[in-house]
């Protein structure tokens, strides 16, 4: 079994909607957020924390990013006082470090910042981008890992209904 994937939107969040709904990405549709027509528009790492963001306006949690706690940046430490923290690392599927980063660098920045738990998220935009995370998720044995999420961003594997 492989590690969850969401269209859009993760089951596995850390957070909620204000409304306590879905966003508008949720679904079938999510993946078009990420695309200028069929061009992928998500190039950067930074992009997907700018919609990350987004994810938590309106919420009861402190978000924070790039949090240095003496280890390195963590892109998000999300919390709700001090014993309720979450690491949050956010990559791409083209990362060229990914395998070295998920073995070793979110744990670090857990130990360094006190949290409690991390979560590494990953987007994956190609059929070939999946693969590759698979095979390195595989190898480092996380493949089932409850803190991974994977967000299933390919525009060619969701048809339209009219077409099925």
Known sequence: ???????????????????????PCHGARGHR?????????????????????????????????????????????????????TIVEMKLATNSQLRRNLDKQTEVYQRASDARRSIKVIIFLTENEQRRVNVILRG??????????LIDARSDNKPSGSKA
């Open 1 to 23: 079994m492989s590690a969850p994937v969401a269209s859009g939107w993760s089951g596995r969040r850390v957070g909620l909607a204000p409304t306590g709904k879905a966003p």
């Open 33 to 85: 957020i990420f695309y200028d027509g069929t061009q992928p528009i998500i190039r950067r790492e930074h992009d997907l924390h700018v919609l990350y963001r987004l994810v938590w306006v309106g919420t009861p949690s402190d978000v924070s990013t790039e949090v240095n706690d003496g280890r390195g940046p963590a892109d998000y430490k999300i919390s709700r006082g001090f014993g309720d923290k």
């Open 140 to 149: 480092l044995g996380l493949l089932d890992g409850s803190d991974i999420v």
